[in-house]
């Protein structure tokens, strides 16, 4: 059966392998290959899942590849090359070289002496010298996954291995690379494993701004010039400090203290109340409302629907659904039926930057 690669945060690993049982045909998976990376199979394979997630795309699944090859390791740096070698016999046909392509290589086996950085430099000079296809790790088109793993030994009889003649093979292992090239839009997430990293900018207020920028760019939300948004739940001020960098004047209501930094910027009101209290003083109309309070993701999405007559016509909402405990798919069914009344879901993730909780887009109905 044709085999995959799943990638979730561990803490919802239950959740994204219901979404895979559910969206696949005959899924199973096969093995953990560490905390939320799944190797698994499925009639359908990587082509038919991805297909089926383009239009209906999962909450907690991560990242998706397609396994084309599986080469055991060594352990050893000769790996490196064995790979090298491997990548520009198996991929060569398959690589589009008028497209530009990236290799992504994740190394979660313990102690073999190469980063993914050696691999990704190894390989695509691999790749490119078979192909003349060029390197482009920003904005690839297509993407060779390659996942470095320990594998149980039980798991070991399901597979046919590429032997590369540069590997001894009197090999007792136990670590394999998993390959497999695919377009980047079929893998969920443009980042090796859906791990998306941003730089810590200097005048951060806090970690939750990587969670607004991340929602920006996995949702394509493009803000409009010099916008009006409010910020329920803006304290200590992240997420109203992004909103200022793409030029929105911002209402920030939150009875905690927000940043000193952003009491000098005029254009941003800081409005001392909770969101129930601000609703009731009849405030204006929003292009954007973003919601990140801390409270139970119900009554958070009751509060959004008492707001819509807050938003403009079309108007665009985000909020996170706090997810603390047990119970979770139950609550967000419910937290999305109370939202459906007034607002289209455009989308929701659990994304990198989410600990325990998803991010919901919203527009208003019109
Ligand atoms: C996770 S923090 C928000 C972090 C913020 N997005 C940032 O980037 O800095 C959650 C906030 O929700 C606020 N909060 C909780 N209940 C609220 C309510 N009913 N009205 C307004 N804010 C509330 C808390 O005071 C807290 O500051």
Sequence with gaps: MPQIILTCDPDFNDLALDEFHRDSVRGAPVAELAAGVWLAECDDGFWGLAETWQTKPPIFVRHLCPVDAVLPLTGTAADIASLADLTAADFADALDADMPYSVQSR?????????????????????????GAPVDVRAPTQVLSVVCARLPDEKLSRFTFHVSPTIDHALSTTHYAFLGLSPTDLNLSDWAGGVRRFAREEGQISRAEFKLLEALEVFRIDLPPRGVALDLGAAPGGWTRVLRQREQFVTAVDPAELDPRLAEDKAVRHKRVTAEE?????????????????????DSARLLVAYTGQLYRHGLALMTFKLPGEDRKRIIEH????????????????LFHNRSEITVFLAKKG
């Design 107 to 131: 190394v979660l086996a313990p102690d073999v002496p190469y980063k993914p950085f050696d691999l990704n430099i190894a390989l695509s000079a691999a790749l490119t010298e078979a192909t």
């Design 278 to 298: 601000y609703l009731a003083d009849e405030p204006d109309e929003f292009d954007l409302i973003v919601n990140d309070m801390r409270m139970d993701a119900r």
């Design 335 to 350: 937290a999305f039926n109370i939202l459906r009344q007034r607002y289209e879901i455009l989308g929701a993730r659990q």
